[in-house]
């Protein structure tokens, strides 16, 4: 009897592995995104538990001409269906990553184990979920979350979600992607005086910038250190949106004090985190610190912004670690809105640029932020009277020069054919 197979849904976009003269192979290979196929042949149909794996068996049934249905299950969406939270893990930081898996096949699909192969600096911390979700019906949908952990790199890591399908023949593998930043958030000291007295009361401003590509929750500031005391206890700031900058105001108290640390805590994620600043205080309290001094500065007009070149000189007695500059008020333009010395040893120098726009009352500030040995951040400012530092487009001529020289070369061409004549005529 004469058969022709009816193919019903899309055609299947999938790879295996070693082939028999069946089409099967010992170990196929789902890729993310398949849609079911069914084969009927003769108009006849056998359960799925009854297609044997075994090449003997599909041999049996192709000698008695029995019909089979061969259902391979896979699930679509796959590239917008993971996600993390939070989206931008840092150094340490634990969090989650959902997978949510559709079935897009005629039958219920059954899930034997979800798991995750780790990458090189993402790791998990659960065991292997075997039949966690049951069968998953035509059309539906299962969101499975598990737990990631961060190591102390930075970048962008693949750890693979598997899922094992419960006909021990087919399995998803769907890479995802974890961030690992340590940008964390910016303490910028707005209005904090370089020293602060022995004992005292100082009102201060400081600005507190996210600098990871999530929101970061549960901010707050406050004054810490022997004899130093914060008049609001803790300044509570709540969520800052990524990329967003919220300034402070705070009263310092020192009684007999020699720093004043002034700590951010803040959440990203279920993960807390906490930045500081230690600004000295008392006489001579700032001779053992990193003294940076901004010297050789010139400035030029290069397109839509201005360039700053200039060197950042160390005059102190200790390293100033992880050095970076950055203006106040200068804007985000061109290329180096942010300029990154790196570590500069004590007494010596580095060379550095900024690109910014040009301030309203012409003088730019800029904010110099290192840490010591310990980690603690500090922040050190300069500004520049950009006016007074410009240098003048000397790639060639200007318009006046050139007309200048050319009146010259004429006079002197015209005195040389005045004499020549003169000469003739006597």
Sequence with gaps: ??????????????????????????KPIVSPCLFGRVIIMNSKTIPIDRV??????????????????????????????????????????????????????????????????????????????????????PGNSVTVTLPVEAGEETGTFYPVFYIDFNNGMSYLKHPF?????????????????????????EPITVTLSNNMKNDVTSVSVTAKGPGVSCKEGSVPVGTLA????????MTVKTNDA???????????????????????????????????????????????????????????????????????????????????????????LAGFELTFEKPREDVLKLNLIYKDSTGTYFTEHAEITVSNHMVEDDAGMTPVVVVVVIVIAAAAVFVVVRKKKTEKEN
């Design 1 to 26: 009897m004469n058969w022709k197979p009816r193919i019903i849904s899309p055609l299947p976009a999938f790879t295996i592995g070693e082939m028999d003269e069946f089409g099967f192979g010992e």
């Design 52 to 137: 044997q794996k075994k090449r003997k068996s599909f041999v049996s049934l192709r000698i008695l001409g029995v019909a089979a249905v061969i259902f391979l299950v896979c699930f679509c969406g796959a590239a917008a269906a993971d996600s993390t939270t939070p989206a931008t893990l840092m150094p340490g930081d634990s969090g989650t990553v959902s997978v949510t898996l559709v079935n897009t096949g005629a039958v219920p699909a059954s899930i034997n184990k979800a798991s995750i192969k780790e990458s090189s600096g993402i790791k998990t911390t659960y065991t292997d979920y075997y039949n966690a979700f049951g069968n998953i019906a």
């Design 177 to 201: 992607a974890v961030v690992v930043d340590d940008a964390g958030v910016d303490i910028s000291l707005t209005t904090v005086p370089e020293s602060f007295a022995e004992s005292g009361s």
């Design 242 to 249: 990524a990329g967003e900058s919220k300034a402070v105001k």
């Design 258 to 348: 020699s720093a004043v640390i002034l700590e951010v805590t803040y959440s990203n994620g279920a993960n807390k985190h906490t930045e500081t600043v230690s600004i000295p205080a008392g006489e001579g309290a700032t001779t053992t610190m990193p003294e940076l001094i901004v010297t050789n500065v010139r400035v030029e007009k290069t397109g839509s912004y201005y360039t700053l070149k200039a060197d950042v000189n160390n005059a102190g007695f200790f390293t100033a670690e992880g050095l970076r500059i950055t203006s106040e008020n200068g804007g985000d333009v061109g290329p180096y809105s942010v300029y990154v010395v790196g570590s500069l040893d004590s007494d010596d």
